[in-house]
């Protein structure tokens, strides 16, 4: 599978600004690109203004994916801050060619930034099936905890869409890999670039990283798009000579 990774600054609680940003950069993507990964709150970056920026399953930018989807022939996933009724969640949606979607609600909220009190915690993580793959989707802050990620269901490829700060680049990087060995997956995580409106400085740092903890493709600082196709042949034959995951633990997430 063909995967190409957005990376950029987004502009603050702006959707129409980073629709339009969106728009332009996949006519230039790889033509065999199968799936766009944009970042967390790719709409409108990481605010807990929630009755502000938040909007609906049904509205503008989920219409716009859609159709953006359906003429590239590929998906795209990204999360966005969704109300139903009188909740939020921040929403990871992945937008198929046919119009399907599948979404995701981040499970884990970042409490030092007040997220706890604004925005409802995921209950559950479903796997999403694409071209063949099984897909886990995890949103920023779900990177450090590795039991809401453990490999329970044979996936192939877990996603991280992030605003992940400069100053913790550190564990960033770290985590990635780590989930990516502990459960012998592809791990694609994508990361914004710039200053928010917060003066949160981002480093971007996306990255693509084999089952093995191999690093495959790396973004620096600046707005680019990192494209890689992923083998799941090379996956598969790792797996099989290195059966990791059927010596693990069992366990039951309450």
Request: aromatic share 10%; net charge neutral; with cysteine.
């Amino acid at each position: 599978m063909n995967i190409s990774i957005l990376q950029y600054a987004n502009f603050w609680k702006n959707p129409q600004e980073n629709l339009t940003y969106i728009a332009k950069q996949l006519p230039l993507l790889p033509k065999a690109t199968d799936l766009v990964i944009l970042t967390e709150m790719f709409t409108t970056g990481v605010s807990t203004d929630v009755q502000e920026i938040a909007e609906t399953m049904s509205g503008e930018t989920i219409q716009n994916l859609k159709q953006m989807s359906s003429k590239y022939n590929i998906a795209i996933c990204g999360s966005m801050l969704i109300q139903e009724e009188n909740r939020y969640y921040n929403r990871f949606v992945f937008v198929k060619p046919d119009g399907e979607i599948n979404t995701y609600d981040k499970r884990h909220r970042f409490t030092m930034g007040g997220e706890h009190h604004v925005i409802e915690a995921g209950q559950r993580c479903d796997i999403i099936e694409y071209k063949g793959w099984r897909i886990k989707p995890q949103v920023c802050y779900d990177l450090r905890f590795p039991v809401w990620s453990r490999n329970t269901e044979n996936y192939d490829l877990l996603i991280y869409v992030s605003n992940w700060p400069k100053t913790r680049n550190l564990a960033y990087e770290t985590l990635l890999r780590a989930r990516a060995i502990e459960n012998q997956c592809y791990v694609c995580a994508c990361n914004r670039t710039g200053v928010d409106g917060n003066k949160i400085v981002y480093d971007g740092r996306s990255q693509i990283i084999d089952a093995k903890g191999q690093l495959l493709v790396k973004g620096e600082n600046t707005p680019e798009t990192l494209s890689y196709e992923l083998s799941k042949e090379k996956l598969n034959v790792f797996r099989s000579k290195f059966p990791v995951l059927e010596d693990g633990d069992t366990f039951e997430i309450k």
